[in-house]
Antibody
């Protein structure tokens, strides 16, 4: 059974760095690619970036300068780090397999002092 | 970036009726490999998005045949026939032909 689960702090202060983890079970990261997607409250979906099965990455150009996606294949975990957070980064953050067939439940992140 | 223009924003429908959602892209979604990477998702309240249709017209496993996708190039449509209560929520199109991948702005399907 394939599962993805996001985890991380619910509250981050402005200008700080967000660190999220996506823990995957039921599939191997060396043969599956994982995306991060976010959704501000009451708004639509924004694709953030992907880490490919070969370890390469691609990012949304709008946030590329602030975003880093990495992984630990031995732990079946994918990591998202985004720096210089602002209030507009408040959102639900999802990880999903690249083909969209499997999604995590999401983790809500609020940027506030 | 490819802009996905999704209409309508809100779609009131009667149960048992039919719904149609349009998604238009600012450039062709035909990949150099010949495939068209346009997909449709439904997000029910408080849930993660769920895949309905992939690559224009392929229903994902378990998706009822009341859902159908069509289109080509820059113009795509999702149709839902015999709308049921479980179909209510926000629908999004997604293109994954060009980087960065981009979503449409969403259509809220609600009861008339």
């Amino acid at each position: 059974q394939v599962q993805l689960k996001e985890s991380g702090p619910g509250l981050v202060q402005p200008s700080q760095t967000l660190s999220l983890t996506c823990t995957v079970s039921g599939l191997s990261l060396t043969s599956n690619s994982v995306s991060w997607i976010r959704q501000p409250p009451g708004k639509g979906l924004e694709w953030m970036g992907v880490i490919w099965s070969n370890g390469g990455t691609d990012y949304n150009s709008a946030i590329k300068s602030r975003l880093s996606i990495s992984r630990d294949t031995s732990k079946s975990q994918v990591f998202l780090k985004m720096n210089s957070l602002q209030t507009e980064d408040t959102a639900m953050y999802f990880c999903a397999r690249i083909d969209g067939r499997y999604w995590g439940q999401g983790v809500m992140v609020t940027v506030s002092s | 970036d490819v802009v996905m223009t999704q209409t309508p924003v809100s779609l009131p429908v009667s149960l048992g009726g039919q719904a149609s959602i349009s998604c238009r892209s600012s450039q062709s979604l035909v990949h150099s490999n010949g495939n068209t990477y346009l997909h449709w998702y439904l997000q029910k309240p408080g849930q993660s998005p769920q895949l309905l249709i992939y690559r224009v017209s392929n229903r994902f496993s378990g998706v009822p045949d009341r859902f159908s996708g069509s289109g080509s190039g820059t113009d795509f449509t999702l149709k839902i026939s015999r709308v049921e209560p479980e179909d209510l929520g926000d629908y999004y199109c997604l293109q994954s032909t060009h980087f960065p991948f981009t979503f449409g702005s969403g259509t809220k399907l609600e009861i008339k």
